[in-house]
């Protein structure tokens, strides 16, 4: 068994980070889900896309 090898340590690496990614995405979620703040943010996306509409 040679324990200096790194063979799979990159597929380890981009496991770790797809987990922290995933936690930090559960927690926005979780956290915009208990606030107000996604109606009003996607409700400024749409006046914003809909201003720039027009002007075109």
């Known amino acids: 068994m040679d324990l200096t090898r790194d063979d799979g340590q990159a597929t380890a690496e981009y496991a ?4 922290a990614a995933g936690v ?20 400024t996306v749409v ?3 809909a201003s720039f509409v027009d002007r075109v």
């Not at 770790?16 to 987990?19: D, I, K, T």
């Not at 979780?30 to 996604?38: E, I, T």
């Open 16 to 19: 770790l980070v797809l987990v």
């Open 24 to 43: 930090i995405a559960l927690a926005l979620i979780m956290w915009a889900s208990s606030s107000d703040v996604l109606p009003g943010f996607f409700e």
């Open 47 to 49: 006046r914003k896309v």
